[in-house]
């Protein structure tokens, strides 16, 4: 399932080659994930590694999480005895 829903961000991913020759990528609706690097796959890669401390970091901090392709990602609170 998070194998799912990450590829299913990344294919919302947007590509744009800047001015020096690098690469920059976002995800839309993902606030501050983000990378650069020299190739597209050197961005996609390190896009990749931000998504993954991003989703760490929300499920942690218990913050919403953006619904991809129909994945919802939460934390299911369990009741101990």
Known sequence: MLVEYI?????????K???DGTWFAEIPGFEGVWANGKTVEECRKELVEVLEEWL????RDKDPIPVVKGIEIRIKEIATT
Do not use: D, F, N, S
């Open 7 to 15: 590829q299913g961000a990344l294919e919302k991913a947007e590509y």
């Open 17 to 19: 080659k800047l001015e």
């Open 56 to 59: 760490i970091l929300k499920l």
